[in-house]
């Protein structure tokens, strides 16, 4: 057999859950440990940052990178890593479009400093200490990593050659990527630059509930916890949001065969400019009962001002990557 | 694809628009753009003499594509985009391959002369250049079958049908009974017409309608026949006609009757309204067309006895039913209506059988009046008034809120006939508020019916009971401070009348005819709340075309109507589809939609939004059918995966004018965009100037195709460029021509600010607003105060970089 390939697999700012996935897939890790040498894995193995500093530009083949960039060190990881490496791979929602850490962008270092380090109810803080960057004890400086105001997404901070979505990735998409680092040690054709190991085409393509679709509107939103969701016709045609149309297809629509509407891990299908803004084109043009001709403008509006945290449902995954992608302030001063 | 080359022609209007801006400083820049072949500065482009240069110089330039600035194409009365695509027709160039900067309404004649007017106008180039540097040919030419379908063979239908055989064109006509002519035979005595007060008998005229229809080769009666299913394809409507079986042969039937004298079963049939019974064979009067004898298959038992006696032995009980299936390339809907209001209204006492509707009582004052219950002359009759329309205020929910607007007149003309011919008989009319005979023959009517000293109450139904002496009784409410009958002799007291009749007459409402074979949802037909399908917008241009194109509603089919004005329909529907059907085709306009399979997913949702039925889902996928759409972008703007989008009307090029639209703005003023829904409110941006208004400079607008065929993905974009405050204008309320893309939008804008105060970006930076043609005033004054609350808030932080 030919010479191995190398990988490097890594943690920034998630939860884990991506580590355990690829510890989740059983005997699969022996076909990756049979093509590839894993020469750095901080988790799961004993490598230190400063092995990785010692690597060769180049030396590392793929790199598996999970988790947002939140923090000056992981920036700085990920840059590292990009350096060492041929291929390097989003892998996971979080580092590819910002996953459930990104919502932090509705805040700012500031506010999760002070909520986290004065305000909790349990913190006892008089002094109102709070991380620095460097500070001195007894003579010496202490350094800590910096805390962004933002979080980003890997791409916003390094080159990225393919995103592997999903939160986390599941079992199936994790395969598919291994054929792809299979591919990539037997030299042969790899995907496009930036081509994301999902479907091209939207959930509902695949999803076992399309079939019940009718053309109706959908007169009133409901949300999930409201009801006990008919467990065979889309959401849609009930009245629960789903993300499904808006959001890559590959993921098997684990989330709707447990009876829960798809909240978009996989990332939007590549002709959309911006998952949020379109599913409130979307839902703003077919909730609410129709015949708006006979209808008070307030009851007219009530249908879609029934959709509470526009964010939350539809940027669940994917905020730091959106087009506005953290809140903002106005002000001329600012 | 071959690169594209260019040609601008920049009209000064003899100093109209050159004297407010530097045209020979936009001619110069012009040059610079990309793929520009041609340029030229001309005096009054719209003159004979500057069209001839015009085709010569696109023959010399080999320009493939042309770029004009100067007037607006919406408003202009010389150079508007018809008069364009026309010219260009001409000259050889695609008629989509054009795009207009406007530079004279909303530009040299809306801002003060100077050089941020010019910087304007030179963006607007750029703007139109974008745009057109992305068009593509229009689509090739429809085929349409000459062929038409009429759905029922009412005076409506039938007077289509005469038309278009008239000039040569086949015609189906569909007609669930066993006759042609509808409602308009079961009614005797007609209304000649709304300005003679003449009358007519339909035994008379009915039959010339009907056989001058049968006669004619060119049209293919059914009658007992349905339309089993319809959907539209490649520009035509494919249907499925299913027809009764044949039992009685045409040829050899000679309608002596022997047969009805046989035949054992009883059949109630809708021409008596069910009162009176004919046989399982027979006709359903002697006049009826065809003149053949028919057999009501739900009654008959097939016993044979009619086979046996026919002398001609034109039965043949083992006949079949037998479905035809053809392309039609035109839809008349002319289903009639219905009258099921009274049904579901236990006050008015329709329960009892001496209670009976307007049209029952037409075949009662044909047979002879006679109570139902009993056979006996009545000695009291009370017509009641708006039965079941005009059911606003304090009788919501209670009856359609239309007035059926041929009733009152219907119901003089009934009372006249009693009080004329049945001396005994006394009459009172009950009414709602308000008489309303409109119009000359009505009027005529009442006034005739009240010099004959029948007696008119007004009053609201309480209820229609059965009374103690073996009658009917009324109870009135009383409505206003009127106390008493006409005559005097009914008193209201404490607000309260309680009136005796033996037979009361309810003026039930006009409704659409039950559709029992859903043709509204296979059409695709909009519909009004009282099920009425809705007419195309402005109604004034293409009057009885529904919202589906080619697909007529004529006759009550499409609101209460009097038999003279069904015919009339019919005939103003005919002549609208004679152009297709003289060309046997459609010529396809610039824009339409088009779904990309490699992307969509059938999630129905554009079918959903489409409100002209041009979408349909498939097994294979989702079909848009350009022929039958109008291009405005609502599916494009609904579509979760942009599978769906518009030709010439892409988020591309909407997205490269935004990138040009702003280089002329100085820096610290807000960059305004207005998105301008094609007719109302761009038309209102220009109406300002020639209504001698001023606007502010840094406002650019883009003409959309409607206010909601812009993706609010597409808004969020634009904030991201750095747009400071957008403006979407969208027709007045019941006045957007696709029906409700004004509200949809008013919907998205409310949920798109829900997002922006999450975000944290000022609400006031989106703005919709209901802008008609004539609301310049509002425009202007809008775009002022887009620019004075945005200059407060300072510039847009979403259009800088984010990654803090
Ligand atoms: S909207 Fe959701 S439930 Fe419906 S078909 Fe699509 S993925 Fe399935
Ligand atoms: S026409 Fe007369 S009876 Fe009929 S709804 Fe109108 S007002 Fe009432
Ligand atoms: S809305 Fe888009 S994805 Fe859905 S069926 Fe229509 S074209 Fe296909
Ligand atoms: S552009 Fe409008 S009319 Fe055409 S298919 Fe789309 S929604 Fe229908």
Redesign the interface.
């Known amino acids: 057999m030919d010479k191995k390939i190398t990988m490097a697999i890594n943690w920034a700012g998630a939860c884990g859950g991506c580590d355990v996935a690829i510890l989740d897939m059983e005997e699969m890790l022996f076909d990756i440990v049979d093509i590839a040498d894993i020469v750095y894995w901080p988790v799961a193995m004993d490598f230190k940052r400063d092995d990785l500093i010692a690597m060769k530009n180049g030396s590392i083949d793929i790199v598996l990178f999970n988790g947002t960039v939140r923090t000056s060190e992981q920036e700085e990881d990920a840059r590292i890593l990009r350096d060492r490496c041929k291929v390097m791979i989003a892998f996971g929602a979080c580092s590819a479009f910002g996953g459930i850490p990104g919502l932090a962008n ?1 805040s ?1 270092r500031e506010e999760i400093f002070r909520v986290s380090y004065e305000d909790t109810p349990s913190t006892v803080n008089p002094d109102g200490v709070r991380p620095q960057t460097s500070c001195h004890v007894n003579g010496d400086t202490i350094t800590l990593p910096e805390f ?3 979080v ?1 997404t890997l791409d ?1 901070v390094v080159d990225v050659d393919y995103y592997v979505p999903g939160c986390p990735p599941t079992s199936n998409t994790i395969a598919q990527a291994v054929g792809v680092i299979a591919a990539y040690a037997k030299g042969e054709d790899l995907p496009p630059r930036g081509a994301s190991i999902s479907s ?6 695949e999803c076992k509930r ?1 079939a019940t ?5 959908i007169p009133e939103v409901i949300r999930p916890h409201e009801v006990v969701a008919d467990p065979d016709r889309c959401f ?1 045609e009930q009245g629960i949001l789903c993300m499904g ?2 959001t890559a297809g590959g993921c098997g629509g684990n989330c709707i065969n447990a009876n829960m509407p798809c909240r978009g891990c996989y990332g939007p ?1 590549s ?4 998952p ?13 009962k ?5 209808q008070l ?1 307030g009851q ?2 009530a ?3 029934n ?1 509470k ?3 939350g449902s ?1 940027y669940r995954f994917t905020f730091p990557s959106a ?12 | 694809m071959a690169e594209p080359k260019i040609g601008v022609w920049i009209c000064n209007c003899k100093g109209r628009i050159s004297g407010s801006l530097d045209t020979a400083h936009l001619t110069q820049e012009a040059a610079k753009l990309p793929n520009v072949v041609f340029v030229k500065e001309t005096d009054i482009l719209c003159s004979q003499g500057e069209m001839e240069n015009l085709r010569q110089e696109i023959g010399e330039s080999g320009a493939d594509r042309v770029l004009f600035a100067g007037c607006s194409p919406r408003t202009s009365l010389r150079f508007p985009e018809e008069f364009i695509t026309a010219t260009l027709q001409k000259t050889g160039v695609n008629r989509a391959m054009y795009e207009v900067a406007n530079i004279r309404e909303q530009c040299a004649w809306l801002h003060e002369p100077g050089p941020e007017t010019t910087a304007k106008a030179l963006d607007e180039i750029a703007m139109a250049h974008a745009r057109l540097r992305l068009d593509r040919e229009s689509l090739p030419d429809v085929l349409i079958s000459d062929k038409a379908l009429v759905i029922g063979g009412g005076p409506a239908g039938l007077a289509a049908a005469k038309d278009l055989a008239g000039v040569g064109k086949e015609v189906d006509i569909v007609e669930k009974g066993t006759y042609l002519g509808g409602r308009l035979c079961q009614i005797s005595l007609l209304f000649q017409s709304e300005n003679w007060a003449g009358k007519c008998v339909s035994m008379c005229v009915g039959p010339v309608q009907a056989s001058g229809v049968v006669m004619n080769p060119l049209i293919g009666v059914h009658t007992q026949s349905r339309i089993s299913h319809i959907e539209k394809e490649d520009g035509n409507f494919l249907a499925t006609i299913q027809c009764a079986p044949k039992y009685v042969d045409e040829d050899k039937c000679t309608a002596c009757g022997e047969c009805a004298r046989v035949c054992p079963e009883y059949a109630l049939s809708s021409y008596d309204e069910g009162l009176f019974s004919r046989k399982a064979i027979d006709k359903d009067f002697v006049r009826a067309v065809p003149d053949v004898y028919n057999i009501m298959d739900s009654f008959c038992t097939k016993c044979g006895e009619c086979e046996k006696i026919c002398p001609t032995q034109a039965i043949d009980l083992s006949a079949k039913l037998s479905i035809i299936q053809d392309t039609y390339g035109a839809v008349f809907l002319g289903t009639g209506f219905d009258a099921a209001t009274v049904h579901n209204r236990p006050e008015l006492g329709y329960a009892s059988p001496d209670v009976v509707t307007g049209m029952e009582f037409e075949r009662l004052l044909e047979h002879g009046v006679k109570r139902p219950s009993d056979g006996e002359t009545p000695e009291h009759i009370v017509f009641v008034l708006c039965a079941g329309s005009r059911a606003t205020r304090d009788k919501e929910g209670q009856g359609v809120p239309h007035c059926s607007k041929t009733c009152c007149g219907i119901t003089m003309k009934q009372a006249m006939r009693v009080a004329q011919g049945m001396m005994e008989t006394e009459v009172t009319i009950i009414y709602y508020y308000d008489i309303r005979t409109y119009e000359r023959t009505f009027e005529s009517l009442y006034d005739t019916v009240q010099k004959m000293g029948i007696e008119f109450v007004k009053g609201n139904i309480d209820a229609i009971t059965a009374s103690e002496e073996g009658g009917l009784a009324v109870s009135l409410n009383q409505l206003d401070d009127q106390t008493e009958s006409s005559g005097g002799e009914h008193v209201f007291e404490d607000g309260k009348l309680l009136l005796n009749a033996d037979m009361i007459v309810l003026a039930s409402a006009q409704l659409p005819q039950k559709d029992p074979d859903n043709l509204i949802t296979q059409l695709q037909l909009r519909t ?2 009282a099920g009425f399908p809705i007419e195309n917008q402005p109604r004034i241009f293409r009057p009885t075309e529904s919202l589906v194109d080619r697909v007529y509603v004529i006759g009550a089919a499409s609101g209460p109507k009097v038999v003279q004005q069904a015919v009339e329909q019919g005939h103003a529907a005919a002549m609208n589809v004679l152009p297709y059907f003289l060309k046997g085709k459609k010529e396809m306009g610039k824009f339409a939609s088009r779904i990309d399979p ?2 969509c ?5 554009c ?3 489409c409100p002209h039925g041009a979408i349909k ?1 498939t097994t294979e996928g989702m079909v848009c059918d350009p022929a039958f759409c109008q291009a405005c972008g ?1 599916c494009a ?7 769906a989008s518009l030709v010439n009307f892409s ?1 591309q090029q909407i997205l490269d004018q935004v990138d040009v639209a702003f280089k002329g703005v100085k820096n610290g003023d807000p960059k305004i965009l207005a998105l301008l829904c094609y007719w109302c409110s761009y038309a209102a941006a220009d109406m300002a100037s020639i209504n001698g208004l001023k606007a502010l400079t840094n406002f650019r607008s883009i003409r959309i195709r409607c206010s ?1 065929s812009v ?7 634009m ?2 460029q750095g747009v400071d405050g957008i403006l979407v204008g969208g027709c007045p ?2 006045g957007c021509h696709h ?2 893309g004004n ?2 939008t ?3 804008t ?3 600010h ?2 922006m105060e ?5 609400t006031t930076r989106l703005r919709f607003d209901y802008i008609g043609v004539s609301n310049y005033q509002l425009f202007v004054d809008t775009i002022a105060d887009m620019d004075k609350k945005l200059r407060d ?3 847009n ?2 259009g800088r970089d ?3």
Do not use: W
């Open positions: 509705v700012d962004y105001d933002t980003k916003q091209p085409k939207a959930l509902c393509e399309a679709k009718t053309g109706q509107r849609l149309p808006f299908t002709k959309l400019l911006d949020g803004a379109e599913a409130l084109s979307t839902f703003g043009s077919i909730v609410g129709g015949g708006e001709d006979f403008r007219m509006k249908p879609v001002n959709i945290d526009p964010i539809f087009l506005v992608n953290r809140t903002v302030k106005e002000g001329k001063n600012k | 009004d709340e490699d992307y997913v059938s999630c129905r949702i079918e959903t939004v889902f609502f703007a609904a579509c979760p995966t942009h599978a988020d909601s993706n609010t993905a597409l808004i969020m974009e904030f991201k309320p019941q029906i409700n509200y949809l008013d919907k998205r409310a949920l798109m829900n997002l999450q975000l944290g970006l000022s808030l300072g510039p932080p979403a984010l990654n803090r």
